[in-house]
């Protein structure tokens, strides 16, 4: 046993070692990977301030050239990006989380290796198998409790696009940014090398539960928030993101994105969860 927890701790160490080597090449991609997909979601937000001004609501202001909301976005992005970046490769490094198969492109191993798929599609189907699940639990919603909504939603090629832009800039703010951030301020408190399976499940569970507030205003758009709606944002975008925190933490930031990305698609693109 002693040996074992020795092989695992060296294990660890390299790893640390490898992601410190190519920490910088990992976090310009990162924050490119993370500019670009919220300058791709001005789209969507857009289509939605249209789309409340022609329901007659009040207080929305749509810019008449989208090159202000560019400049804008792109300026937070950069900010916001930048902090999340830097909290989970630098911050959090001991918490050895990050994104190991971007490590691995930048290093040898990439060349070495051959790319194991399993990680990959067992994330894609979880994802898959969750999206469906909501899926016919919105079906059963619609025959007992129906919720009116106070406008039309965007399309779905909106919903298309809003997938890629969340499933990148999401990841990396509630996992690599405040879930890692959790975690390590668990381990800096019990004075811990390593993070244990409950500092993570606490990182992951917390980062879940601010991932489902952080949806309340973009329900409210579309529905009065009641007891009723309320809940059920909180609790699937909860499950959703200890969904994503999981595989966050056994398989790395990219496996994580491409599996919400994929959930996005099946259940928004794919499915008819609000008609």
Partial sequence: MEKMNRLNISTTIEDLEESKKYRWHTAITLLLLFV?????????????????????????NLNDSIYNDILTIGISSLIIGGICVFVGLWLSSKANLGAPLLVKFYSRESTRS??????????????????????????????????INKMPRPSKTFYALVAFSAGITEEIIFRMGLMSL???????????????????????????????FIHLPLSKNFVTLTPFTVGVTMVGNAITGSTFGWIYWKRGLLIAIVSHIVFDLVFHVMGNPYI
């Fill in 36 to 60: 670009l997909a919220s300058l791709i979601n001005i789209i969507f937000s857009r289509e939605v301030k249209r789309l409340k001004i022609e329901a007659g609501m009040a207080g929305v």
């Fill in 114 to 147: 051959k790319i194991d798929w399993k990680p990959w599609l067992s994330s894609i189907a979880l994802a898959i198998i969750l999206a469906l699940i909501f899926l016919a639990l919105f079906e059963l919603q619609k025959d007992y409790y129906p919720v």
């Fill in 182 to 212: 959790i975690i390590a301020g668990l381990q800096y408190l019990t004075q811990s090398e390593y993070p244990s399976n409950n500092m993570i499940w606490g990182g992951i569970i917390i980062s879940a539960l601010f991932f489902g």
